[in-house]
């Protein structure tokens, strides 16, 4: 049983990782300034 619930634990550890990545990113993307649309020619 005990395997089990660390086999648990790990992917809710795994899935916990993806989230505040994909959270992080979306701030990052929110809160950055657009780029240019101008070409430096």
Do not use: N
């Given at each position: 049983?005990?395997?089990?619930l660390?086999?648990?634990g790990?992917?809710?550890?795994?899935?916990?990782?993806?989230?505040?990545?994909?959270?992080?990113?979306?701030?990052?993307?929110?809160?950055?300034?657009?780029?240019?649309?101008?070409?430096?020619?």
């Open positions: 049983m005990s395997t089990v660390g086999l648990v790990v992917a809710a550890f795994i899935a916990f990782v993806v989230a505040l990545a994909a959270g992080v990113t979306w701030l990052v993307v929110r809160f950055s300034p657009a780029p240019s649309t101008k070409t430096k020619s």
